[in-house]
């Protein structure tokens, strides 16, 4: 069945979508990925490999544990674009053999040694490309099958390697998914990888030197960062600002201000809302706002989440966790990995009566986080003596607001020309809610993901209109008041 017309536009905004929301034309499949036969050897040559990241260490600590309950989950993510024409399958072939070279992670593998978890690296000069055609599909139903099935098979996080490259080949075009364990890759990498794919295959085929400079290695993100961690003790003002947030939030930091019809401790499977909550004007407009108080968009973007929480719950200050990047240095912006901390945020609500007189405390609290993201929760975690407690909440430790502008992915304006769209593939259940936003060149799109239930998602709608409603009120009039308690809601 062809997609409705709104389908479509809600797709085109998309930015946490799966691969069932796509459909992929039929065509000719097949499948590329790097020798095993190289990471086998490397495994049995290199006799220490080294540690992994700590954003690494808790994912396959949570798949090991998985894994422990005979429990296999995909937890991939990636990326799918179109090129031109028929498929130049040996330029194709050079094309992942030189992403391969480019980026440490991708010849990288985990394995099991007597310390613990440890990384084993393939030599540049050993990497080769397979591939093999799985056959020609005429249904876009038996493709889209197909390839979820192989997709999740190949993207297991102990597999060498643990990410597959798959070509649905045509006469006038050629549709290129690409499925990475979460280990080797963090939102940003997968969405710049799409403009790096279309740049390095354009190089080999014009016969262009393809060149790596300027582009840092994740395995030595991976030493720094646990280098820079030996110097974290209680003394470290993070460890002190994360031991205060927590005490302050308690489990409050764990609760959605409305009803998820989900008794205690119950884990059920995710379903997900994707909404529009401005367009491009729109979210200029509130961005305007927001800086005349000396604040920007994301400060406005967490003021509309925060005022809503106030209204409902009454709670005078609010709390949430942010994701955001790590990626300090040049030759990290355009490197391969998993390059995210997170930061607490917390300001207060209860003291203003105006999305404007809350926007400053937001806009503190953002930078408060960005900087507190750079030392690592795990290590945080464990000076503070919670890291069990942490682990055995994975993957939801907490919930989280992730805000991306992705009008600073190198390439993305050119998306719309390429067909272009990240993916994901959480086959995680829950009890929590958590969001993600974007702004485009289209405006604000949000991703809440959250347990599956009829009163979550009723709950989830009526939340994600109210913030609608506070930032449409910003554009509307330059400010929103806030309701007072007792007020009709």
């Known amino acids: 069945m062809p997609f409705t017309s709104h389908q479509r536009e809600l797709i085109k905004g998309m930015l946490m979508a799966t691969l069932s929301e796509y459909r992929v034309r039929p065509g000719r499949l097949r499948e590329w990925s790097l020798d095993a036969a190289s990471f086998q050897e490397a495994a049995r040559s290199v006799e220490h490999g080294t540690p992994l990241s700590y954003n690494q260490e808790w994912h396959l600590k949570y798949v090991s544990a998985l894994a422990g309950r005979g429990d296999v989950l995909p937890l991939w993510m990636g990326f799918r674009f179109e090129l031109a024409g028929p498929l ?30 440890e990384r084993f690296t393939v030599d540049p000069d050993a990497v080769s490309v397979r591939d093999v055609v799985v056959g020609d599909f005429a249904s876009g139903d038996d493709l889209a099958g197909c390839l979820q099935d192989r997709l999740d098979d190949a993207t297991g996080a102990f597999r060498w390697p643990s990410y597959v ?101 119950a884990v059920l499977p995710h379903a997900k809302q994707d909404v529009r909550l401005l367009d491009a004007s729109e979210a200029d407009a509130v961005e ?31 709390r949430t966790v942010m994701p955001a990047t790590t990626r300090t240095g040049r030759e990290w912006l355009r490197s391969m990995g998993w390059y995210i901390g997170v930061g607490p945020i917390e300001f207060d609500v209860g003291a203003a009566d105006s999305f404007l007189g809350v926007v400053p405390g937001a806009h503190r609290a953002a930078r408060t986080a960005l900087r507190l993201s750079r030392v690592p929760i795990a290590k945080v975690a464990e000076v503070l003596g ?50 993600w936003t974007h702004r485009t060149y289209e405006g604000l799109w949000l991703t809440a993901r959250y347990p599956d239930t ?19 009120s910003v554009v509307k009039t330059g400010d929103y008041l806030m309701r007072t308690e007792g007020e009709t809601v």
């Not at 940003?188 to 740049?199: H, N, P």
């Not at 907490?398 to 994901?424: H, I, K, N, T, Y």
Request: net charge negative; with cysteine.
């Open 454 to 472: 009829e009163a979550a998602g009723a709950s989830v709608a009526c939340y994600l209109d109210r913030v609608r409603d506070v930032l449409h």
């Open 165 to 265: 490259v798959e070509t649905v080949e045509r006469a006038d075009s050629t549709t290129v998914i690409v499925g990475l364990d979460h280990a080797h890759t963090d939102g940003f990498s997968v969405m710049t990888a799409v403009g790096e794919w279309q740049e390095l295959y354009a190089a080999v085929v014009a016969e262009r030197p393809v060149e790596h400079q300027d582009v840092g290695s994740y395995v030595d993100f991976g030493v720094a960062e646990r280098a820079a961690a030996e110097l974290v003790d209680a003394d470290h003002p993070a460890v002190g600002h994360w031991g205060r947030f927590l005490a302050a939030g308690g489990e409050r930091l764990q609760r959605f201000p409305l009803d998820l019809g989900v008794a205690d401790g």
């Open 288 to 318: 305007d706002a927001c800086r005349d108080v000396g604040g920007g968009f994301l400060a406005g973007l967490l003021t509309a989440l925060a005022v809503v929480t106030h209204e409902i719950t009454g709670e005078p200050v609010y």
């Open 88 to 117: 130049d399958v040996e330029a194709f072939r050079e094309t992942l053999r030189a992403w391969a070279e480019r980026h440490e992670t991708l010849r990288s593998g985990f394995r099991v040694a007597s310390a613990g978890t």
């Open 386 to 435: 919670i890291d069990r407690e942490l682990e055995r909440r994975m993957p939801e430790v907490f919930p989280f607001v992730s805000f991306a502008d992705m009008r600073a992915v190198p390439g993305f304006q050119r998306w719309s020309e390429w067909d272009a769209r990240p993916l994901v593939r959480i086959g995680t259940s829950g009890s929590k809610v958590n969001i």
